[in-house]
């Protein structure tokens, strides 16, 4: 009878073997997990940044520092909190003095006062997904994201929602405005009440489109774009020329609630 009772209290061999591989597995996900964190695209860049940092240090204080330094996981959250910036996990150096002729991402960020990145961060001006940490997603290159990364001349369109009056350091607005009077835009669409009604209001048509791409192709192939569009096509136009209406309508927004009173406007009388 006792030796019964054993063998019934004995495991199936079959489940032994079972839990044996569900343990290896739970270890070799945990490994996998443990490399991917290490593995990460901002971690990459941090390492490469701090070696750079040693290559640059001028005493041997700032070398020790430089190699003490781990990686670090940032966050700017921008006035207000409407918007939360991790870039500087990847772009070390925007305001470091060293590096001014680095390349991207480690270069130095051009001084516009008065804009410290601890109240007005990074997207507000670039787009892009700012609280993404992997660089396609960071970039906002991504399905369903609005608001891309703006490069080369279109991060001027960011200038138009705070800032009133001609801009020197924004001037594809300004040519971008006189471009829609020239072309007869008016005629047909109303910008902040003035204008037609035959094409839609583009008081803000920078919030509904925000890709630099659709507007450019939406210029030289209106009804490919808006099927049953009766605007003009306006192929003709230079690629700047393009560019710069692009980059007014880009502009045509509000800005953001948190920031309107912060941002720098022009004093009374001047522009």
Known sequence: MANSNQNNSRVPFGWVVAFAALSV????????????????????????????????????????????????????IVAG??????????????????????????ARHPTIPPHPFEQFGCTVCHQGQGRATSVQDAHGEVAFWEEPLLRGGFIQASCGPCHAGALKDAPLIQKGKLLYLMNGCLACHKIRGAGGVVGPDLTFAGERKKDPKWHIEHFKFPQKVSPGSAMPAYGHLKPEDLEALTVYMLSLRRAPSALALAAPRPAAGKK
Do not use: N
């Open 81 to 106: 909190g409407e918007r939360v910036d991790r870039c500087v996990m990847c772009h070390r150096g925007v305001e470091h003095p060293a590096f001014k002729d680095a390349d991207q991402p480690f």
């Open 25 to 76: 597995c739970a270890a070799l996900f945990f490994l996998l997990s443990v490399w991917k964190d290490y593995d990460r695209e901002w971690r990459g860049y941090q390492r490469t940044f701090r070696e750079m940092l040693v290559e640059r240090a001028g005493t041997e204080e700032e070398r020790k520092a430089a190699l003490a330094s781990g990686d670090q996981f940032e966050q700017i």
